[in-house]
């Protein structure tokens, strides 16, 4: 089979088969932390916080982090405040002169930069840790606590917290730097596979307990979520190509005039931002219920029961809103149409019909606009689907959230980013990439 002869390739390349290892091995010590309770707390004392954590944002939540936040494990804030310190990084970078510049810089910039988000990150825990540790008090019984002293276990707990926090980015950094893909997206991504099976389990015996279990509405649902997975990557994988000319050069280092090389393309993505502008507006998403929980108000109280229903109406409405805005956000900050513009004339290239420089910025900047817009409502499309599935499909809650959504639409865009880099390798060694079937290349002399 095409597949195992791919698989025999990956592990004849060294490197390749290394940096495999080494992302398992930390994705598996990511899981095994998501299991270790906080010391203080009774294990077997935690069924009302996995009550808590069956649907609703917390729920959600729960599934970001593995179950974690329902075990009340040292990773129980899982990846999360890094990914909210990296969203005011990025946004303060509008507005800041300083992070401006830093941005500019190159390599010493984007140093500076992650360091930057690190303290935040650390600053962000130091935060949310409390308002964790205030939760196991709210909803589990007083015998859950080990240690009676409430001052030394909150004080305890918010720094294992925050270490756990610290040592899941670290985690993150590392796979990114010596293992394989975007560690930080895998470790989430690992977190959403792992509650998927039980998920699925409930809603099937949901669905099929009873008299008359309805085993054909459960075989609708999977036929609808295998369309719905192929739809995301036809999402994530979609380009448009824009045709290229190059002039040939003279002897003297110029450019013959009115006659051109092979014509190239410039492949710009239907949804260049991938995951992250989903990402974004899924954490922001969790600032209207907690800001609305400090006041007492009715107002407070109706915003606190509106954005806590993450198949509600408002809910959906407010996040695919964030996501179609910070599809073009993410998009404007990482597609360089100057910089390609710019490498395009130095190169002697031009778009056919377009002056080279400023206006084939701006003829790149249209584009863009052009085809994000239908990217990010397909994008916020797929994203409130899981909702349509609860109320249409009566779907239970958990095995909706798989249903499009962040879930869905995070495991895919992580799935094809990995195996793209692993095809890279693949091809780069002049094997076929799992992308493509076919023969092993020989190399070329």
């Given at each position: 089979?095409?597949?195992?002869?791919?698989i025999?390739?990956?592990?004849k390349?060294?490197?390749?088969k290394n940096r495999?290892?080494v992302t398992l091995?930390?994705?598996?010590?990511?899981?095994?932390?998501?299991q270790?309770?906080l010391?203080?707390?009774d294990?077997?004392?935690l069924a009302?916080?996995?009550?808590?954590?069956?649907?609703?944002?917390?729920?959600?939540?729960?599934?970001?982090?593995?179950?974690?936040?329902?075990?009340?494990?040292?990773?129980?804030?899982?990846?999360m405040?890094y990914?909210?310190?990296s969203i005011v990084?990025?946004?303060?970078?509008?507005?800041?002169?300083?992070l401006q510049k830093?941005?500019?810089?190159?390599?010493?910039?984007?140093?500076?930069?992650n360091?930057?988000t690190r303290?935040?990150t650390?600053a962000?825990?130091?935060?949310?840790g409390?308002?964790y540790?205030?939760?196991?008090?709210?909803t589990?019984?007083?015998?859950?606590?080990?240690?009676?002293?409430?001052t030394?276990?909150?004080?305890?707990s918010?720094?294992?917290?925050s270490?756990?926090?610290?040592?899941?980015m670290?985690?993150?950094?590392?796979?990114?730097?010596?293992g394989?893909?975007?560690?930080?997206?895998?470790?989430?991504m690992?977190?959403?596979?792992?509650t998927?099976?039980?998920?699925?389990?409930?809603?099937f015996?949901?669905?099929?307990?009873?008299?008359g279990?309805?085993?054909?509405?459960?075989?609708?649902?999977?036929v609808?979520?295998f369309?719905?997975i192929?739809?995301?990557v036809?999402?994530?994988?979609?380009?448009?190509q824009?045709p290229?000319?190059?002039?040939?050069?003279?002897?003297?280092?110029?450019?013959e005039?009115n006659?051109?090389?092979?014509?190239?393309?410039?492949?710009?993505?239907?949804?260049?931002?991938?995951?992250?502008?989903?990402?974004?507006a899924q954490?922001?998403?969790?600032?209207?219920?907690?800001?609305?929980?400090?006041?007492?108000?009715?107002?407070?109280?109706?915003?606190?029961?509106?954005?806590?229903d993450?198949f509600g109406?408002?809910?959906?409405?407010?996040?695919?809103?964030?996501?179609?805005?910070f599809?073009y956000?993410?998009?404007?900050?990482?597609?360089?149409?100057?910089?390609?513009?710019?490498?395009?004339?130095?190169?002697?290239g031009?778009?056919?019909?377009?002056?080279?420089?400023?206006?084939?910025?701006?003829?790149?900047d249209?584009?863009?606009?052009?085809?994000?817009?239908?990217?990010?409502?397909f994008?916020?499309?797929?994203a409130?689907?899981?909702?349509l599935?609860?109320?249409?499909?009566n779907v239970?809650?958990?095995?909706?959230?798989?249903?499009?959504?962040t879930?869905?639409?995070?495991?895919?865009g992580?799935?094809?980013?990995?195996?793209?880099q692993?095809?890279?390798?693949?091809?780069?060694?002049?094997?076929?990439?799992?992308?493509?079937t076919?023969?092993n290349?020989?190399?070329?002399?």
């Open positions: 089979m095409k597949f195992i002869d791919t025999k390739n990956i592990w390349i060294e490197e390749l495999i290892l091995g930390l994705l598996l010590v990511y899981r095994f932390g998501a270790v309770v010391p203080g707390v294990a077997a004392q009302q916080l996995g009550t808590q954590t069956q649907d609703g944002l917390l729920g959600l939540l729960n599934a970001f982090t593995g179950g974690a936040f329902a075990n009340a494990s040292v990773f129980a804030l899982g990846i405040p990914i909210s310190a990084v990025q946004l303060m970078g509008i507005a800041i002169p300083y830093l941005q500019k810089e190159g390599e010493s910039g984007r140093k500076k930069i360091q930057i303290w935040l650390i962000i825990t130091l935060v949310q409390p308002g540790i205030y939760n196991l008090f709210a589990l019984p007083p015998e859950a606590f080990v240690i009676q002293n409430q030394l276990f909150v004080v305890s918010v720094i294992i917290i270490t756990g926090c610290i040592f899941a670290w985690l993150g950094e590392k796979i990114t730097d010596k394989i893909g975007n560690g930080i997206s895998l470790l989430i690992v977190g959403i596979i792992a998927l099976p039980q998920s699925f389990v409930q809603n015996i949901s669905r099929t307990s009873g008299e279990g309805d085993i054909i509405m459960v075989l609708i649902e999977l609808i979520w369309v719905i192929l739809a995301s036809l999402l994530v994988m979609a380009v448009r824009i290229v000319q190059y002039a040939r050069r003279t002897a003297g280092g110029g450019y005039k006659v051109f090389g092979s014509r190239q393309y410039i492949p710009l993505k239907l949804n260049a931002s991938g995951v992250m502008p989903i990402i974004f954490a922001i998403m969790f600032v209207p219920s907690a800001a609305a929980g400090l006041s007492d108000s009715e107002l407070a109280q109706g915003v606190k029961a509106a954005f806590s993450i109406l408002w809910y959906n409405i407010v996040f695919a809103l964030l996501i179609i805005v599809t956000f993410y998009t404007a900050i990482t597609v360089p149409t100057n910089k390609m513009a710019d490498d395009l004339k130095r190169s002697g031009f778009i056919p019909g377009i002056r080279p420089g400023s206006e084939t910025a701006e003829y790149l249209k584009i863009m606009s052009q085809i994000t817009l239908p990217g990010s409502v994008l916020a499309l797929i409130v689907f899981p909702a599935a609860v109320k249409l499909l239970q809650q958990g095995w909706a959230l798989f249903f499009g959504g879930s869905l639409l995070i495991m895919v992580v799935a094809i980013d990995t195996m793209q692993v095809n890279s390798y693949l091809l780069n060694r002049h094997y076929d990439g799992l992308m493509k076919g023969k290349r020989k190399a070329v002399a």
